[in-house]
């Protein structure tokens, strides 16, 4: 979720719907302090690192990442 996030954001494509829920996910990983977690960071990092990557691929192809909407049923990457 994080990762298609900032790729949409990244490439122009904003989906409220998902910074909601990124917004009550993040609330609650700070109510059990895993915010500060190395495991977090490293998530984190991962996330953002993806993120570039499916804007290099969207830039390099011509296409946009699939979201949530886009994708079938099932399919999210989280």
Do not use: C, F, I
């Amino acid at each position: 979720m994080t990762t298609e996030l900032l790729a949409g954001k990244r490439l122009g494509q904003w989906h409220p719907e998902l910074l909601d829920e990124l917004y009550r996910t993040s609330l609650e990983l700070e109510r059990r302090g895993l915010k500060k977690s190395p495991e977090y960071r490293n998530a984190m990092l991962r996330a953002d690192q993806q993120a570039w990557r499916l804007v290099e691929w969207a830039k390099l192809t011509g296409a946009a990442p699939a979201t949530p909407a886009d994708s079938p049923p099932g399919d999210e990457q989280q």
